[in-house]
């Protein structure tokens, strides 16, 4: 059925959430695996390639904060992808943010570096990073939209998850591929090894393009096109209707610091001369988390299209806020078993809770007219501070990296904050889809007003 086809005030039609879920596991998988080898080299080699001018610490600290670059830079592609993905629809979102995001991460795999150009390598490095974080910025919120979208009502929490799980997947594959690069001689990674899972996304490209240019359009947006119910101006629409929903959104991204946590700075805390784990090793304790985030993911989204999401979620930011002091200190120990139980437990299972529903919490929140501006605004400024939490961590950490007490405490109070912000919020598990977002009481049948402003 196309946007002609549709009458106003009728039913959405069916929509086709298995081809929906499935485009959105596998583009997801594809630009998260760029996404993640930018954190893993962040950690192991760029200070020494980008940033070599600078002391041991220094270089440290400077390479994480490019990390964090792409998350500053998210709100702003949110806003712009956003408002063409609440005009235009989602499709055109999924197919340009994964050509974007293969385009700039092959291009760092080209990049000089600070022995060869100076100052001009890390500037270049910034650049390509922020054109990772506009892409990031609509991938979710468009991948997010498009399966609630496509799935049937009782089942938003399950097919939904599959844009996260396709999240975790790629950065199993990008762990994966960064495990012989980081095997390698020290001076064959510093000058080429680190270049070749760079250099790959340019397969990424091509095969996200492949996938997604086929992928129909959601029902709900052709209808309401149909039913000239698509927003002119999304952004006004959505701060004047549900700024305390885009508020709610915010916090609660919050917990997506538990990620860039475990990620990122730990990998980094590890592996440094204070504590002198394996490199190889804790990459593989990423794979291990990651691996068991695929499997619970989904029976997590599952229980929650049953029992709702703000209890599921509950589960993940609180469970997180006590795993994350438990799996750091399991590090300090340098006990590998300690540390592979204890990382599995933490990212694979317990944060895995919030991390697997909050695409369908956060996409009922919103109306069909600003759902994945909604979604990519609230979610990308939370994760704009879950970037740059690396960044501080290592500020709180202090000169010898070794206060992961302190990190542990700053961790757990932003979980904190991002569950007080899903308790405040109503449960949206049994709401039909077409009602998401409106107000108690009221149906889709005056949306037209409020979404042509």
Excluded at 17 to 39: N, Q
Excluded at 84 to 93: A, E, T, V
Excluded at 121 to 138: D, E, F, H, N
Excluded at 155 to 170: E, H, K, V
Aim: hydrophobic share 50%; glycine share 8%.
């Amino acid at each position: 059925m196309t946007a002609h086809d549709a009458v106003a005030g009728s039913p959405a039609p069916q929509g086709k959430p298995r081809k929906a879920a499935f485009a959105a596991w596998i583009g997801s998988a594809l630009e998260y695996y760029d996404f993640f080898i930018f954190g893993s080299a962040a950690a192991l080699v760029f200070p020494k390639v980008f940033f070599s001018g600078s002391d041991t610490a220094s270089a440290t600290l400077q390479s994480l904060a490019t990390f964090g670059v792409a998350y500053a830079a998210r709100p702003i592609g949110a806003v712009i992808l956003g408002h063409i993905g609440d005009r235009l629809g989602r499709r055109k979102i999924m197919v340009s943010t994964l050509i974007l995001m293969g385009l700039a991460t092959f291009l760092i795999g080209c990049l000089p570096t600070y022995d060869q150009v100076g100052g001009l390598a890390p500037a270049l490095l910034i650049t390509l990073r922020v054109l990772q974080g506009l892409s990031a910025a609509g991938e979710q919120a468009s991948a997010n939209s498009m399966t609630l979208e496509h799935a049937p009502a009782d089942r938003r929490g399950y097919f939904t998850s599959f844009t996260l799980n396709g999240t975790q997947a790629g950065q199993i594959l990008a762990t994966l591929v960064f495990i012989p690069v980081a095997a390698m001689p020290e001076h064959q990674l510093l000058t080429w090894g680190w270049r070749i899972p760079f250099l790959a996304s340019a397969v990424v490209a091509v095969a996200g393009w492949v996938i997604r240019r086929k992928l129909e359009e959601t029902p709900v947006f052709e209808q309401a096109a149909a039913n000239n119910t698509v927003a002119k101006l999304p952004l006004a629409v959505l701060l004047r209707d549900h700024w305390a929903e885009v508020l709610r959104v915010m916090c609660a991204a919050l917990i997506a610091t538990v990620s860039t946590i475990f990620t990122v700075w730990a990998l980094s805390y590890a592996t440094s001369d204070n504590v002198g784990l394996e490199k190889s090793v804790m990459l593989w304790v990423s794979v291990s988390a990651n691996g068991a985030a695929l499997l619970s993911l989904p029976l997590w989204a599952k229980l929650s299209d049953r029992i709702g999401r703000k209890p599921v979620f509950l589960v993940g930011s609180v469970g997180s806020a006590v795993m994350i002091p438990v799996y750091l200190w399991a590090i300090s120990t340098a006990s590998y078993p300690l540390i592979f139980l204890t990382g599995i437990l933490t990212l694979g299972i317990v944060y895995s809770a919030a991390n697997g529903i909050w695409p369908s919490l956060y996409g009922e929140k919103f109306t069909t007219a600003v759902r994945l501006s909604g979604m990519a605004i609230g979610t990308q400024i939370g994760f704009a501070i879950a970037g740059f939490a690396v960044t501080f961590a290592a500020e709180i950490a202090g000169p010898d990296g070794a206060n992961w007490k302190g990190v542990a405490i700053f961790t757990a109070v932003l979980c904190a904050i991002s569950s007080l912000s899903v308790l405040s919020g109503r449960e949206t598990h049994k709401i039909p889809t077409e009602d998401l977002g409106l107000k108690p009481g009221r149906t889709a049948a005056p949306a037209r007003e409020a979404a042509t402003v």
